[in-house]
């Protein structure tokens, strides 16, 4: 008789979103004349740069010729973007990765749950909280959490590591050994970034307790202060206990168009075994790569014109992060994030919980953010707005919150 | 301390086309006067078709405009894409299957692999003998096949059912019970099809034991004869016991493209458990869907120009099968499948192993094929020809076989 896999029955409904959704619904047809914005979703709005386009439609000419058409890509991706990321984003930087220790994907949210397939049941993870909640659900799913106790929203057998603004929203090295680290820096949802000197500690950390950490790098691009690590390879040791996972989702508005890549160097191994042979067996027999026509987009952004122009993109969304920091700052607010990041944290006002300030916000200035408790319990008081609207709905979003007072 | 998943050490190498290949390149390396063809690899060649050429154009541009610019898709695909199908390749079959039915992936591969997630690892599996490898190596990675027992080349807790001559290529029903079936129709490596009549006894046998049929229909565009079903729910109860893949890879061209889809029934359950449910959860926490510029490549497969196009691709591949079916028949070879399918079966003649015929053919006649036995104990015997190289240089393979004798 077929059994489930009933580690799927544990799962708690993932209601956030849909939640936030409804709210926004119900509000808007009892009030048809408001003007409701939405600085809530983590979705980028800015088209494909011209060079990505440009790209897209030549690859897709290849396509139409025999004599250039493609058939099964290589398992690992093909090298002409493997070569550029090895270059650009890493030998630029002081890191050297090998061509074979990149493997294009369809993106990072696909890699950060599938990574779990190499790892052995009994690990534990440790996580920040609040957190990207695809680490935690991804592992319950393959039964590494033990049981949901929903009085404490907690997993039984995951490590939760606070991020509050009182450690800068960067959690201190847990107390219990953690088999399994996830880290996001920048981070999402917090906004904040880590320097080298506090990455070098889980490092370090990962390296006596022989752990391993799935880095998330979605946010890179955001980075905008010096002393900021773009790659936690910058890190002393890192090649040795660590996981890189990178987007084009954030970087040059891929969320629809999905790519991204994860870096397991040859250094890294668990027992001897390497576990980049592990994750090349996994992709070459449960995943058959990217469309030809996504990796040629994603090439493009690595040229001169691609460069500049995604750069502009993020430059537009940070700008309206920096108008969503100025004017919650002006207007009294305690405000975090925004200048490695394109999320804003902010404290609620008055002691109010998260999902008393998402109701408050959305009654009193018409505009859509996300509880910060959703994230997870270390989020509630706090509250997330995205940079990644229009500049004019963000002035109009800002303006109406100062008036609010 | 991190521990690896020590499921993939027992995984043996997956050597047969690397070893294929390896033999082509030494062969070629020692005679470079030698011209010689490959009708080893399932991998098409014809260009993509032109209403799926103007598809994309249009999709990249809308990419590159702000008021047309796509983010992240919706979880199950875009509901103009599974229309279609629910449309073109169910409902004009008599076939009712509704839209949240239907989920788009970038591949049949990853959903052969991934639908292993919401099953118990307390599953026995089945799959036919020889098999697509893919089946049996996913879920030995997820702890399902026991040990890998090397003389016999198969694992210790994996039910195989032989698909040899004597049977056409369907196997019997299994002695013990199976919790999951793999069927694959029309089937690769050997090119059978199933009628009708021969899948309603496995829906039948799956209902009275409470198992479930994963059935692979990735080359169900080949389909010629009349009494082949296009999808397993063409049987009677098939909703309530199988789950169905699909892929564009082999009727439309999409090996580089990436495109396919799994259809679950809300009327599967196990335990009282929608099936539907647990795998939409998996699709909204571990994937992000397929591109946009790749749904509408899909979408355009089913207008009536995109129809007529990739049907003349199909019709291309079918003709050289038919040259090889018809050149080895008149040769003296016993010949299988190439009717309702793109793969040609063959007996290899004077008792030679599969790898002996592999190395006879390729000393004289230059043609490189793949060893039956490489797709399990049972295709031993037998050889492989794929249909999907171009005309010219199937009739001349096929010229020179006959004179090879």
Not at 27 to 46: F, R
Not at 188 to 215: C, M, R
Not at 241 to 265: D, H, M, Q, W
Not at 268 to 288: D, E, H, I, M, Q
């Amino acid at each position: 008789m077929f059994k489930i896999n009933e580690n799927y029955l544990k799962l708690p409904g993932s209601y956030l979103f849909s939640t936030v959704g409804r709210k926004a619904r119900e509000y808007k047809a009892a009030h048809p004349d408001k003007n409701v914005i939405s600085l809530g979703i983590g979705d980028v709005t800015q088209p494909l740069a011209p060079a990505v386009i440009q790209a897209m439609h030549a690859a897709v000419d290849e396509m139409g010729q025999a004599a250039t058409f493609r058939g099964y890509a290589p398992d690992l991706g093909y090298e002409f973007l493997r070569s550029e990321i090895a270059n650009k984003d890493y030998k630029a930087r002081g890191v050297e990765i090998a061509l074979d220790e990149i493997f294009i994907s369809d993106g990072a949210k696909s890699d950060c749950g599938n990574i779990g397939d190499i790892f052995s049941e009994d690990n534990r993870i440790a996580v920040c909280d609040p957190v990207y909640p695809v680490y935690v659900d991804t592992n319950a799913m393959s039964g590494r959490c033990g049981d949901y106790i929903k009085e404490s929203e907690r997993w039984s057998n995951v490590t939760y590591m606070p991020c509050v603004a009182e450690n800068n929203f960067v959690p201190a090295l847990p107390e219990e050994a953690a088999d399994v680290i996830y880290l996001c820096y920048p981070n999402n949802p917090t906004g904040a970034a880590a320097t080298k000197e506090q990455l070098q500690k889980w490092v370090d950390y990962a390296l006596a307790h022989q752990s391993i950490i799935v880095f998330d790098a979605a946010y890179e691009a955001y980075i905008h202060e010096d002393n900021i690590p773009h790659s936690i390879y910058e890190c002393e040791g890192a090649k040795k206990c660590a996981i890189e996972i990178r987007s084009f989702s954030k970087n040059a508005g891929f969320t629809g168009t999905r790519l991204g890549f994860t870096v397991i160097p040859k250094e890294l191994t668990a027992g001897g075994v390497s576990l980049n042979s592990l994750w090349a067996r996994r992709c070459g027999t449960k995943f058959n790569g990217a469309p030809y026509i996504i990796q040629r987009a994603g090439e493009a952004v690595y040229s001169e014109a691609g460069r500049a122009q995604t750069r502009a993109q993020i430059e537009y969304y940070m700008n309206n992060a920096k108008v969503i920091r100025e004017s919650l700052t002006s207007a009294g607010y305690e405000v975090f994030g925004g200048v490695n990041a394109p999320y804003i944290w902010l404290r609620t006002p008055k002691g109010m919980t998260s999902w008393d300030f998402f109701d408050y916000l959305l009654a009193n200035a018409q505009v859509v953010g996300t509880p910060g408790s959703g994230f997870g319990p270390s989020g509630e008081g706090y509250f997330r707005l995205t940079a990644f609207g229009s500049y004019e709905n963000t002035v109009e979003a800002l303006d109406r919150i100062k008036k609010m007072g």
